[in-house]
């Protein structure tokens, strides 16, 4: 059997050249996007404590890590790892461990202590790989969504 040789990959921050990319990407993690919502999701994450990366291999990116830095009455500072993704095809060739280590490196200067993901249970395959970088299993939660709308933004108090 022929092993494909791992491509050279250096990784950078994520800029609004990266759009189509990183919309393609968002997609094959289950999150479609357009480049236009792409565009507007890093505006809006440079106003938060938040960083994207790319893994690039010879000009194309490959694969993205976001990490947020989070703050909480019950928690000393955390980082977490809100999204990382590594195009179909080129995964277990170390992209995603280099993606992680980026954005644990920038955590670190943030000044976090902790590196913080929360895969969804269908990935079983991210279980494994997060296994294999270090992380180990705390919880088990569930996660709750309201949607929101202008009314229950004016709603008046009695």
């Not at 990266?18 to 809006?44: F, T």
């Not at 997060?130 to 088990?140: A, D, L, N, P, S």
């Amino acid at each position: 059997m022929n092993k494909v040789a791992a491509p050279s990959i250096h990784v950078r921050e994520a800029t609004e050249n990266d759009v189509e990319a990183l919309a393609r990407l968002a997609g094959q993690l289950g999150y479609p996007a357009h480049p236009d919502q792409i565009v507007a999701r890093l505006a809006a994450l440079r106003e938060t404590l938040s960083a994207v990366w790319v893994a690039v291999a010879e000009d194309d990116v490959v694969g993205f890590v976001q990490a947020t830095v989070q703050c909480s009455m019950l928690l000393d500072r955390v980082a977490e790892i809100e999204a990382l993704v590594v195009e179909d095809g080129l995964r277990g060739q170390g992209i995603g461990r280099r993606l992680a280590a980026s954005a644990e490196n920038w955590a670190s200067l943030q000044g976090c202590r902790t590196m913080r993901v929360r895969p969804n249970i269908v990935r079983q395959g991210a279980y494994v790989f997060y296994g294999k970088i270090g992380y180990g299993h705390v919880t088990t939660a569930f996660t709750f969504l309201k949607t929101l709308n202008e009314d229950s933004s004016t709603a008046t108090q009695e």
